[in-house]
């Protein structure tokens, strides 16, 4: 999970490994490995009902809930931004006690089954959980609202931003901002004009593998935030339901998100691809 | 303050050697792995531990009838000892969805015939094994007084109800239309259980659902009984798949859901009888 940071020490290796030829023991099984994940994107593509796919994909019920997923995913993306960036830089260059227990942490969401992420939501942030009393005073409740789908993709997605930028945080050397220092620059100024443009390539491929999760996040969105048209249901929950009932819209929609998905990636390419085009 | 900067790459490089220096452990383990899950979908090797002897019959069936169906089955498995029930319990659509997508399994049992009818041209006959009534769960003691479809119309009451593409859903749509109540739901659930437990979680201030279901969820949720109206039962059908590995015993298992013992069970759960 951890991109490779600066990128620099593997560098060479690869190159020369490329150039061997693999032995047939590793070769079979990556084929097949290749070959088991190309399958159900073949699925979706030869499914594609082609020549309704326009009228499909702008239906006022898609367009609604595509506009909702935008907005959700945005405010995902912005929310773990201004809290995730500290915690990394935090996890990156300080020591303090517990440490090792808040990267845990941080790592816990990415493993969690969504549906126990929703549960646990609810259980923290609902209207019973332990915080839902003093939300409730401050006239906030989350369960059912939009703020609510925001709060279950942030809780989902801001790991991938925060582990990305602390790997790249990790990969550059102090001396930097220490020389920064020196030459009387405050933290602040430090992180604006030394560490942040350093660690900018990392920060974006994070930020965009944060927000491809939001946009993609269903199960703690239908346990944690519900299922109602504009407020909260976004497009991966349409599809489950439009699957019910009109399989060949599920795939139209489907499609566009791997659409969406897949530009994420090719945007990244010189961080996740590697330098094969 | 400022220090650890830790070479990430260093653990990456370690495994990398490790893995090249076991390519045949590497593939041996991929071979298995790939047996296993061969063996897995051979359905095979789930038919369980009891042994090759007892027959597995699949039974897809509507979310509402989770308990009673549990239960039902354990007296049907005691009864016939050479065959071993297995359930799953969904949304009637989404059991509808999976038999469309051909999904292997021996009977369905939707919570409504309009699921049922579109699913004609891949199931037998159907019978209605179980009629059911919606009720209005609300929070334990009804704190906030819901006491009528009206009630659910205020603006005080979080509602959540059941998507309409679930047959809850739809009977719910219905019922509210006939009498002329607008409510705006907090949520449409995916299944009548997950109205139940957003009501449970005291997430929800009231939901539709089946009577059985507030009755299955005990002390937990209060229950408002809806007075009777013509036309507007729900109803239990269920169908034996054309394609069932095991056509004789899902016959079986429809004929004997119409026998007493099956009968006393849904009536205990709050069901009524066609």
Same mark, same amino acid.
């Given at each position: 999970m951890t991109p490779a940071p600066g990128g620099v020490p593997g560098r060479a290796d690869r190159h020369h490994r490329r150039r061997t030829r693999p032995p047939a023991a590793l070769a079979l099984p990556a084929v097949l490995a290749a070959v088991f994940l190309a399958v159900p994107l073949a699925g979706v593509l030869a499914h594609t009902p082609w020549p309704d796919l326009a009228g499909q994909l702008s239906s006022p019920a898609v367009a609604q809930a595509l506009g909702l997923s935008l907005l959700v995913s945005g405010w995902a993306l912005l929310v773990s931004l201004a809290v995730g960036v500290p915690l990394a830089w935090l996890l990156a260059r300080v020591d303090f006690p517990g440490k090792a227990l808040v990267r845990a942490l941080v790592l816990l969401p990415m493993v969690l089954p969504p549906t126990v992420a929703g549960t646990a939501l609810l259980r923290g942030?609902?209207?019973?959980?332990?915080l839902g009393g003093p939300l409730e005073a401050l006239g906030v409740t989350l369960p059912f609202s939009t703020a609510g789908a925001v709060v279950a993709a942030v809780f989902v997605a801001m790991p991938f931003l925060v582990i990305s930028l602390e790997g790249a945080l990790n990969g550059i050397h102090p001396r930097y901002e220490e020389a920064a220092a020196t030459m009387g620059a405050t933290l602040p100024q430090t992180l604006r004009y030394v560490t942040l443009p350093m660690v900018m390539p990392s920060l974006a491929s994070g930020a965009a593998l944060c927000w491809a999760r939001a946009l993609g996040e269903f199960g703690a969105t239908i346990t944690?935030?519900?299922?109602?048209?504009?407020?909260?249901?976004t497009l991966p929950l349409q599809v489950y339901l439009l699957l019910q009932r009109d399989p060949s819209a599920a795939t139209s929609v489907s499609l566009l998100l791997l659409v969406v998905a897949a530009a994420v990636l090719v945007a990244l390419r010189g961080r996740w691809l590697g330098h094969a085009r | 303050m400022v220090l650890p900067a830790p070479s990430a790459a260093r653990p990456r490089a370690r495994l990398a050697t490790a893995l090249r220096a076991f390519p045949v452990l590497l593939s041996a383990l991929s071979v298995l792995l790939v047996s296993l899950l061969v063996s897995a979908c051979g359905g095979g090797a789930l038919a369980? @531990?009891?042994?090759?002897?007892r027959t597995t019959v699949t039974v897809l069936a509507a979310s509402s009838l989770t308990d009673v169906l549990t239960e039902a089955g354990g007296v049907y498995e005691e009864e016939h000892p050479d065959v071993r029930l297995r359930f799953s319990f969904a949304g009637s659509q989404e059991l509808a969805a999976q038999v469309r997508q051909?999904? @292997?399994?021996?009977l369905i049992v939707t919570a409504d015939t309009v699921t049922m009818d579109a699913l004609r041209d891949v199931t037998g006959p159907a019978t209605v094994v179980a009629h059911n009534r919606l009720a209005i769960a609300t929070a334990p003691g009804n704190p906030l007084g819901?006491?009528?479809?009206?009630?659910?119309?205020?603006?005080d009451v979080k509602v959540v109800l059941a998507d309409s593409e679930v047959p809850a859903g739809r009977y719910g749509q219905s019922l509210l239309e006939r009498r002329g109540v607008t409510v705006r739901p907090v949520s449409r659930e995916p299944s009548v259980r997950a109205v139940l437990s957003k009501v449970e979680l005291g997430e929800a201030d009231a939901g539709l659902v089946y009577v059985t279901d507030a009755a299955a969820a005990g002390d937990a949720v209060h229950t408002v009984p809806l007075p009777d109206e013509r036309g507007a039962a729900v109803r239990y059908p269920a169908a034996p798949l054309?394609?069932? @590995?095991?056509p004789e015993e899902a016959e079986d298992v429809i004929a004997w859901l119409g026998s007493e013992p099956a009968r006393r069970i849904l009536r205990d759960a709050g069901f009524s009888l066609p």
């Open positions: 942030f609902g209207r019973n959980g332990l944690f935030a519900g299922n109602l048209p504009g407020v909260t249901q | 369980g @531990p009891a042994g090759g002897e051909g999904m @292997p399994a021996d819901v006491d009528s479809l009206d009630d659910l119309a205020r603006a054309r394609d069932a @590995p095991h």
